[in-house]
T-cell receptor, first 116, second 112 residues
């Protein structure tokens, strides 16, 4: 299957700082990427849908000014957690779909964010 | 809730037994996928079943899909201790964009 690379795999940051997470599709063009958040022992909750060259679509209850998403190219989407708080500590996972969107989603390996 | 329902929430079995997990969802779909996640790790894609398919096999895995009941099941036969993980179903709704929505998950524990 296609490969999606997510970086970093783990990050620890101080409260009030910003953290950027990258999601790259390595061998296909991803017109649509998705960002999920997962709390311990819970499922993945969709945060936002990122389309190349346009603004992201956020799910209800997700603060777009706090979770900045940029999808500047067909192979890269970034999630920036701004002014991080300890409650933002979580597992963040991206996924990507190819042209057309009606294909299997390929997932990155996730980023464990800890805010201290 | 954006999630579907999965049952059971947790399942504990002996090695060698079969494990069955069920998933129900809310909207019409293009396809349904099952994933495995080991604790604290990323997702492993197990199997994808399209809306016009009723059953699919992959090794020790058997997935069924009943679109009239909006439900799916995952059967793992002859389970092994290494199958211990969380299992999630995920659906691609046929409307509302191309996003993938996850169920709540089943935590499977296989005792050696």
């Amino acid at each position: 299957g296609a490969v999606v690379s997510q970086h970093p795999s783990r990050v620890i940051c101080k409260s009030g700082t910003s953290v950027k997470i990258e999601c790259r599709s390595l061998d296909f063009q991803a017109t649509t990427m998705f960002w999920y958040r997962q709390f311990p022992k819970q499922s993945l909750m969709l945060m936002a849908t990122s389309n190349e060259g346009s603004k992201a679509t956020y799910e209800q209850g997700v603060e777009k000014d706090k979770f900045l998403i940029n999808h500047a190219s067909l192979t890269l989407s970034t999630l920036t957690v701004t002014s991080a708080h300890p409650e933002d500590s979580s597992f963040y996972i991206c996924s990507a779909k190819g042209v057309g969107g009606r294909t299997e989603a390929f997932f990155g390996q996730g980023t464990r964010l800890t805010v201290v | 809730s954006q999630q579907g329902e999965e049952d059971p929430q947790a399942l504990s079995i002996q090695e060698g037994e079969n494990a069955t997990m069920n998933c129900s969802y809310k909207t019409s779909i293009n396809n349904l996928q099952w994933y495995r996640q080991n604790s604290g790790r990323g997702l492993v894609h197990l199997i994808l079943i399209r809306s016009n398919e009723r059953e699919k096999h992959s090794g020790r895995l058997r997935v069924t899909l009943d679109t009239s009941k909006k439900s799916s099941s995952l059967l793992i036969t002859a389970s092994r201790a290494a199958d211990t993980a969380s299992y999630f179903c995920a659906t691609d709704p046929s409307t509302g964009g191309f996003k993938t929505i996850f169920g709540a998950g089943t935590r499977l524990f296989v005792k050696a």
